[in-house]
C-alpha cells in the first residue's frame, strides 16, 4: 500500500507518516519545507520525498501518474487566520486550488484510491456560541482560512458522492505536541509556551486568559486518523479533539506545574477575530472505537519531557 501525505514534513504530517511506515506503507511526501523539516521524518531514509509546493500542479499531475498512491492525506496548508487575512490569494492557491487540482487529476485519471483524507479546522464554526461543536453544528466561517477550509471540504465531499471517490474530511481542534514549529506568532499557544518556559522568555497572553480550547495530543490525532482509515470511512466530517474545554489561564497553570517553572506573563489586547470559547463533540470518532490516551496532564507531560 502506498501513501501520499502531502505537508508529510510538517507537525502533524510528519507524526503521520511515522506511523504509516511503522505500519508497512510505503510512503511518498510532498513539502515545501516552508514550516516543516526532513529531520522531523523518523523513517526519512525509507521515504520518498519531494521538496516541492502543492500548488505546482504540473508536478502534482505528474506525481499522481508516476506514484499512483492508494490514500491520499492532504496535509499541506498554510495553517494561519492571520496570514490568511493578510494574503488572502496566496493562501487560497494553497489551502483551496491545490486541494481541488488534485481531487480533479484523481477524476480525470480515475485512479483507484482507497482514501482521500483532507484535513480541515475548527476555524469553519467561526465565533457561534453553541457548544459543543458538532459536525452538524451550524458553521460560519468569517476569515478567508476558514472560509478556504470549509469550501474545500464541500468539494471534497461532493466529489467523493459526485463521481464516487472515497473522500472523508476531518476538522482538527488545536493541536499540540513535539515538532510544531513555534517560530510564528500565530503557531500553536503551546509550542510557544513551551518556548517561553524552555529559554526563560517572558510570554504575552493575549486577552484575560479565560477563553477556551479543545486541546488535542498529536499522538491521538495520529491515531484518530488511523482509525478513520481503518474503518474506510467516506463522505462524512469528522472533529479530532480531546472533547474537552480548558481555558487559556488553566493550561497555563497546569503546564508551569508540570515545567516546575514560572513563567512571566505580559498582557496584551485580545486578538482580532477571535474565538472565544471552542470544544468539540467526539462522539462520531468515538463510534469509531476512538478513545484518547492522552488526556491533557499526560499529554503535556509528555511534551514538556521531549520526544
Ligand atoms: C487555532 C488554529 C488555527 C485555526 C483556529 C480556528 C492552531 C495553532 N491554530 O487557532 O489554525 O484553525 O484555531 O479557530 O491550532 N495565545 C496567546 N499568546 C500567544 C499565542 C496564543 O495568548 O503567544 C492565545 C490566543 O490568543 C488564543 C489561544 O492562545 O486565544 C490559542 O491560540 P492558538 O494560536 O494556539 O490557536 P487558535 O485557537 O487561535
Redesign the pocket.
Known amino acids: 500500500m502506498k501513501a501520499l501525505v502531502t505537508g508529510g514534513a510538517g507537525f502533524i504530517g510528519s507524526h503521520l507518516v511515522d506511523h504509516l511506515v511503522e505500519s508497512g506503507f510505503e510512503v511518498v511526501v510532498v513539502d515545501n519545507l516552508s514550516m516543516g523539516a526532513i529531520s522531523n521524518i523518523k523513517y526519512w531514509e525509507q521515504v520518498t520525498i519531494y521538496v516541492a509546493d502543492v500548488c505546482d500542479d504540473q508536478f502534482m499531475q505528474q506525481l499522481l501518474a508516476d506514484e499512483r498512491p492508494d490514500y491520499i492525506y492532504f496535509l499541506a496548508a498554510i495553517?494561519?487566520?492571520a496570514d490568511s487575512i493578510e494574503r488572502p490569494a496566496e493562501t487560497h492557491a494553497v489551502n483551496h486550488t491545490a486541494v481541488f487540482n488534485l481531487l480533479e487529476h484523481i477524476r480525470q485519471i480515475r485512479l483507484p484510491i482507497k482514501q482521500f483524507l483532507f484535513t480541515s479546522?475548527?476555524?469553519v464554526y467561526g465565533n457561534l456560541p453553541e457548544l459543543p461543536k458538532r459536525e452538524d453544528s451550524r458553521v460560519a466561517p468569517v476569515s478567508p482560512?476558514?472560509i478556504d477550509k470549509y469550501a474545500t471540504e464541500r468539494f471534497v465531499l461532493a466529489y467523493g458522492e459526485l463521481y464516487d471517490l472515497p473522500t472523508v474530511c476531518v476538522r482538527?481542534f488545536?493541536?499540540y505536541g513535539p515538532r510544531q514549529n513555534p517560530s510564528s506568532?500565530?503557531?500553536?499557544?503551546?509550542s510557544?509556551l513551551t518556548d517561553c518556559l524552555k529559554n526563560q522568555r517572558p510570554?504575552?497572553?493575549?486577552?484575560d486568559g479565560t477563553?477556551t480550547?479543545d486541546f488535542v495530543y498529536v499522538s491521538d490525532v495520529i491515531k484518530a486518523l488511523w482509525l478513520i482509515t481503518e474503518h474506510r470511512v467516506q463522505h462524512q466530517v469528522i472533529n479530532i479533539a480531546n472533547g474537552l474545554e480548558t481555558s487559556?489561564n488553566g493550561i497555563i497553570q497546569m503546564y508551569q506545574e508540570i515545567a516546575g517553572q514560572q513563567l512571566e506573563i505580559k498582557q496584551a489586547e485580545?486578538?482580532g477575530g477571535?474565538?472565544d470559547h471552542?470544544v468539540a463533540s467526539i462522539g462520531k470518532l468515538a463510534r469509531l472505537n476512538y478513545k484518547s490516551e492522552w488526556p491533557l496532564r499526560r499529554g503535556l507531560t509528555k511534551y514538556w519531557e521531549g520526544e
Open positions: 495553517a494561519s487566520v479546522s475548527a476555524a482560512y476558514a482538527f488545536n493541536v506568532p500565530y503557531s500553536g499557544v503551546l510557544i510570554f504575552t497572553l493575549f486577552g477563553q480550547r487559556l485580545q486578538r477571535e474565538v471552542s
